[in-house]
């Protein structure tokens, strides 16, 4: 009984992993966008502080592109395991 219920499951697994992967990669490129478009107004008010703002933004955008390679490694566990 647990076998058919999990073999009827297996495709909308494939189909949720795919979708969650999907959503993760497209908010950290949302994310990304936010950073340098902030990150090069910051730069356009203060020219001065130029290095500062894009160290922190580079940090930041390290960050946001960590946090989505996790989800889509757990999109990735769930759909094999």
């Known amino acids: 009984m647990l ?12 189909l949720g992993a795919a979708f969650g ?20 107004e910051a730069i356009a008010r203060q020219p001065e502080a130029a290095g500062d703002i894009r160290s922190s933004m580079i940090v930041i955008a ?4 960590g946090v989505a390679l996790f989800a889509v490694i757990v999109a990735a566990l ?3 395991l």
Not at 62 to 65: M, P
């Open 62 to 65: 390290a960050l946001v592109e």
């Open 78 to 80: 769930a759909l094999f």
């Open 3 to 14: 076998s058919m219920i999990l073999a009827a499951v297996a495709p909308l697994a494939a």
């Open 21 to 40: 992967a999907g959503i993760a990669a497209i908010a950290a490129g949302f994310g990304i966008g936010k950073i340098g478009s902030s990150a090069m």
